[in-house]
């Protein structure tokens, strides 16, 4: 199975501030990937597929970057509503894998 | 509106088997996969498996960890998908999420799209 490591595990930043998260695959899965936003008790929420392709109704400052092993998700200016954890998911090939996620916490 | 509902989850003896459903509503469901994640709690999310279209004959994928334990069925007709979880460990102590795969017309690539709001699996004695 393909592993995904994600990086860092949590950070502290500020309103306003530009925050960036990384997942890299132990292999090459192309641009098959997506990024998940999830608040305390809920369930997960798309915010980009195929590596850097926002999904609808999700703020444009998110964005996303990468193919073949490394990629990244960038919150340009990080807004009150934006803490939360983040994963990645590859779907490249069968099982699907996780990233461990980034807490992204209030400094 | 397109919505996910779970339903099933409780508390189970460790050996024990329980069956989750999905309902779900507003979107052509056969011709949609649909994975089952989970989370254990405080810790990441898991993907457990998928059902795959109507196209693809309903076809099963499983990660590593429940392969061979638990099994992922649906019924178009329904508009369900169910989860059957057998031979239950303490470790299977999670949150269980149903979650739509969204095909981009653009893209032509999947994600999870549309997400359940959960249901609760405690396996303990």
């Known amino acids: 199975a393909i592993q995904m490591t994600q990086s860092p595990s949590s950070l502290s930043a500020s309103v306003g501030d530009r925050v960036t998260v990384t997942c890299r695959a132990s292999?090459?899965?192309?641009?098959?990937l997506g990024w998940y936003q999830q608040k305390p008790g809920k369930a997960p929420k798309l915010l980009i597929y195929a590596a850097s392709t926002l999904q609808s109704g999700v703020p444009s400052r998110f964005s996303g970057s990468g193919s073949g092993t490394d990629f990244t998700l960038t919150i340009s200016s990080l807004q009150p509503e934006d803490f939360a954890t983040y994963y990645c998911l590859e779907d490249y090939n069968y099982p699907l894998t996780f990233g461990g996620g980034t807490k992204v916490e209030i400094k | 509106e397109v919505q996910l509902v779970e339903s099933g989850g409780g508390l189970v003896q460790p050996g024990g088997s329980l069956r989750l459903s999905c309902a779900t509503s507003g979107f052509t469901f056969s011709d949609h996969h649909m994975d089952w994640v989970r989370q254990a709690p405080g810790k990441g999310l898991e993907w457990i498996g998928r059902?795959?279209?109507?196209?693809?004959?309903?076809?099963?994928e499983y990660g590593a960890s429940v392969k061979g334990r638990f099994t992922i069925s649906r019924d178009d007709s329904e508009k369900s998908v169910f989860l059957q979880l057998n031979s239950l460990q303490t470790e299977d102590t999670a949150v269980y999420f149903c979650?739509?795969?969204?095909?981009?017309?653009?893209?032509?690539?999947?994600?999870?799209?549309?997400w359940g709001q959960g249901t609760m699996v405690t396996v303990s004695s």
């Open positions: 059902t795959k279209d109507k196209l693809r004959g309903h076809r099963t």
């Open positions: 979650a739509r795969v969204g095909r981009s017309s653009e893209t032509h690539q999947d994600a999870l799209d549309i």
């Open positions: 292999q090459g899965i192309g641009n098959d």
